[in-house]
């Protein structure tokens, strides 16, 4: 296979810095982004590409800045969607704006983004599209909604961008991840809250507990996560000749609690079977 292009949105650490060195590591050609190009500057020193990329800018700006991205090596053949943070709080705690902002940088920043590159992957009929979607999209945890909600809304959003693109031939990949130890748990990345409600203070203390306990100590390697994603976008090391996961997977955590899920999902649905059909003319 010849060496691709990749942009990757959000190189500063974790996820998106373990593609560009592992992208860079099997002789492609990588545009690492970021908010600020000074905490990516050392990227160049492997051979990657350094930008600008901000997915909270405006539509216009985001254009510009792919056009800038295609003209470094003429071309794009895989977006990778990373850009995120993680905003904890009830959700009759936490304001619209909290919302908005979660959502403007998880969902409305990461597909405007897309639109943005779409035109070039169209005039090529052929690109993979990256997004960075999360187990909690399945299984929702209390006291961070709005981050749950947010990749929930990722998920279906590239289920149906899926089926308007590949009769095109471009493909998309959503990777669920499990918990990778990077650096989303740590402020900035994490907008923590406390509750100024006696109902959910026991909630609120156990779920900030676990999740700092949990920082540090997660189970995922984010080096192999990035490898197993290109992996299959290269149809690598044993991926080859199996069907294109919609949604990718990774971390057994993943597994675990997506597989849970679902079997309770199908165990509900068969015990209110006969009643959920019973609507019907």
Not at 82 to 108: C, I, L, M, P, R
Not at 110 to 129: D, Q, V
Not at 204 to 227: H, P, W
Not at 270 to 277: I, L, R
Request: net charge negative.
């Amino acid at each position: 296979m010849a060496p691709q292009v990749w942009l990757v949105i959000g190189t500063s650490s974790g996820l998106g810095a373990e593609f560009v060195h592992a992208a860079v590591a099997r002789g492609d050609k990588v545009i690492a982004t970021a908010r600020n190009v000074d905490r990516i500057a050392h990227l160049k020193d492997i051979g990657a590409a350094v930008m600008q990329l901000d997915v909270a800018a405006s539509k216009d700006e985001l254009d510009l800045k792919a056009e800038e991205a295609i003209a470094i090596y003429g071309t794009i053949d895989v977006l990778v969607n990373n850009a995120g943070y993680t905003q904890f709080g009830t959700v009759e705690e936490s304001s619209n704006d909290e919302w908005f902002k979660q959502f403007n940088t998880n969902v409305f920043g990461t597909l405007n983004t897309t639109r943005s590159f779409l035109p070039h992957l169209r005039s090529k009929k052929a690109g993979t599209i990256v997004f960075i979607g999360s187990m909690v999209a399945w299984d929702g945890v209390p006291t961070v909604g709005t981050y749950c909600a947010s990749k929930a809304a990722i998920h279906y959003a590239v289920e149906s961008l899926s089926k308007e693109l590949s009769p095109i031939g471009i493909k998309t990949l959503l990777v669920e991840p499990g918990t990778f130890r990077t650096e989303l748990l740590n402020e900035p990345n994490c907008k923590s809250a406390r509750t100024k409600f006696e109902d959910y203070r026991a909630l609120t203390e156990t779920v900030s507990s676990g999740f700092r306990t949990l920082n540090g100590t997660q189970i995922g390697d984010a080096r192999k996560g990035a490898e197993r994603v290109i992996d299959v976008v290269k149809g690598q090391n044993g991926t080859a000749g199996k069907e294109w996961p919609m949604s990718l997977l990774v971390g057994s955590d993943a597994v675990a609690v997506i597989r849970k899920k679902c079997e309770d999902t199908l165990r509900q649905v068969a015990e209110w079977e006969d009643f959920s059909k019973s609507t019907d003319l």
